[in-house]
Structures are given as C-alpha cells and as structure tokens.
C-alpha cells in the first residue's frame, strides 16, 4: 500500500467503517511509515474536534407551533383532496370541448339539410327551362338535376345504396365524390354563401363561354 | 419554502386524535417493530393519526434538524424556516416510512434534501455571494459556541476560536462534503445511513469524507 491510499483510508478507520482486510492493510503500512502514523494521528485529532461541536440548537420558543400550525394546514389539504368529486369533474376538458362541437357541428348540419331540402322544390323546372335554350349548358343542367335528386334521395341512399349509378351520375364522374360526409364539410366551409344564394342567382353557364371566345 | 415566517400569526385550531385526515392502517408486523424501537412507535402513531405523535417526534429531532440547517444555510431565520419545512414533509410523507428502516436516517435524508435544495436555488447562490465573510469578519448570526472541556480562561479562549475557525472551514466545504462529514462525524450516521441521506454509494461517502477532512486540514493546520 502506497502512502496515498493509506491517507484515503484513514477516516474509515477512525470511524471504525473500514473493511478487515483494508484494515489489516493499513495497519501493515503504518507499521512501516511513520509520516502516515503522524498523519492519521492529525486526522483523529481533527475528526475529534468535529464530532465535538454541538450537534443541536436550542429551539425558539414559537418554532414548535408555527410547524404545529402548517402541519394542520396540510391536514385540512389532506382531507379536501379525500371528498368525492363532482361527476363532471372527472370529465376532462378535451373531452368537454370534443362533446361540444360534436354537438355544435350536428346542429349546424341538420339546418342546412333543411335548407337544401327546401330550395331543391324549384331548382328542376328553372334549370329544365335553361336547358331548352342553350343545349352547352346540358351536361350542366343533368348535373343539377342528379344533384337535386340526389338530395331528395338521401334518406333512401343512406339506407340501401344503389346497384348501378344512374345515367345523371354516370354522366358527371365527379358526382360520386357526392359523399355525405364531404357535403356537410362543403355546406359548413360556405355556410354564408349557401344560405343567401338562390337559384336565380346561379352564375349563368353561357357566361363562361362568353369569356372562353372573348380569350 | 414557507411563505411563513416563524413569527406568523398562529391560530389555536387542534386537529382531533384519531383524525381520518391523518388516520392509516397499520400492519400487524410494524406493530412488532415498534415494540422494540420507540422511534418506530412514534412513526406508527403518527400513521395512526395522533398529533401527540408529531409533537414527540419535533421535540426530539427539531433541535438535531435547526443545528444541520443554519451549518448549511448560515442564517437562522432560514433555518428555521427549513426545520419547519422538514417536519412539514416528514408529516406528507409519513406513510412512505418504512419500519425496516431507521427513523433518524429518514428525518436526516429529507432534512439534507432540503437543505442541498435550498442551496441550489439561483437566488441563493446571489446571497451566499453578497454575504460573503470577508476574513477576520464574525457572521453576526453564530452564535458562540459552547466549550465545556475548557477548565481556564485561556484553554477557554483558545476552545472558542478553534470552534470559529472550525465552523467557519465547514461552512467553506462543499455541500454534499459539509453533509457527509456532519452526517457521519456530528450526528453519528454510519456510511451506510450517511449514502441513503445524501443519495450515494459508500464508496461515495469514503470519497466525500477523505476530500472534506484533507480541506479541514488546510483550513485548520495552526491549530490541529
């Protein structure tokens, strides 16, 4: 054993922590070198002086009732967290505000389906009268008038689904994009436009031709 | 740390004995602990929900706790808050005591958390700083130090300084070295109990006790 290791071991030995084989290590070097046997005589000494200084403190006099009084408080805390909660507490909030808007988007979806129901009564004649005139603008009017039927088919389609698509639909592929689901979203995205456009002011197909010859 | 101070307002409320707020069962084995370790009896009744319990159990420790907190922060208003602090936590967290363990080493381990906490806190690293004793500057908060081996005034004299120059190089340590040497030397805690206290191994405690003893050394080599 060199003289540094002997250092590291000789507060364990004074406070009787070292194992019997270090110890006897230790004794062998000590035995053999006197600085060491000078060293740990310093560090019993010094360790003594430390274990001599008072290990307590008298107490002030409120100290005992102040830690008396805050341990009630934490009882009292104890006690409020033990009673049941209210039902709805135990709700979390992402959960309130997804129940919400559920709510808030079924009953914004059940009054555009009565709005749509409603103005499809006149869209057939108005569009059939049209499409005597401008024979450009019938593939157009079909598509009107399969999404008038459409609309006023739902409630059967959403039960039974149709075996073949009807001549309107086969017409104008973009019409099976026609899923519930995607119009509710179109009819939520312009619920403003929907609400206040009438048929009368559907943009005229011919103006679009007038603009493709103009360019 | 308490947003009381020592000498705030204190109302006389009592909880009940056998408080449900404090009340828990207690296992037939712990029951046995206790008859042959008063601390663990203490701790039980505690458990129980007897507030005589905690009284018994400040009494007994509170004076161990406040001396650990002031060599750790200095101040003893601080201290003082922190002992309030312990016996706070000690009260929280009196089901998570074991019987199988000693009582002194648990009050001892949430007590060194707090205070290793309270030093880390940025704050009081800025006092520490501000506070700084210049040398040859007494901290007007030490109180002097008893010397009762002293049998004249000289011995006496010199009795007093060595125990300034002493807790002054022990304030100087570094925190988990100044824990582990007044765990081990001042409160008598074996390694093993000085490791659990402070989060450790012995190998640990070993390292942190030759590193504190070497810098007394320095410290003190007029006098030792």
Redesign the interface.
Known sequence: MRCRQA??L???TV?N?LEPRQQHALDQHLTACAACRQELA??R???E????????????P???????????D???A??SE?RPAPWWRSLSLPALTVAAVAVLALAVGLRQFDVVSTRSVDIPGRLAAKSGHQAASQHQVASEAARTRVARQEPRRASEPPKYPPAELASAPDLFMDLPILRHMEKLEHFDAIRTTTVDEAPDPSAGQQERSSG | M?P?????K??H???EPG????AAPVPAEATARAAADPDVALMLRLQAGD?SA??DL??KY???V??LA?RFVGSQAQA?EL??DV??QI??FRHRYKPQSRLVTWVFTIATNLCLNELRRPERQLRVDLWDRRDGEDRPEDPP??DP?AVTAEEGAATRE??QQ??AA?AALPPKQRAA?LL?????L??RDVGEAIGCS?GAV??L??RA??A??RS?RDY?
Not at chain 2, 19 to 22: C, G, R, T, V
């Open positions: 250092q590291r000789m507060t364990p406070d922590e310093a560090t000494t010094l360790l002086v430390v274990a001599r200084l008072p290990a307590e403190m008298s107490l002030p409120r100290l005992e009732e102040v830690t008396l009084h805050r341990m009630r934490a009882a009292r104890e006690r033990r | 308490a009381a101070g020592v000498h705030g204190v109302s409320m009592r909880t408080d449900p707020a404090l507030e905690f009284q400040f009494r509170a004076p161990r406040l001396q002031r003082e002992t309030q016996f706070v009260f929280r130090l008893p081996a060595l125990a002493l807790e022990v040497l081990s030397r001042v409160d008598g074996a390694y012995e070993k390292a006790l030759f003893t070497q007394l050394k003190l030792v």
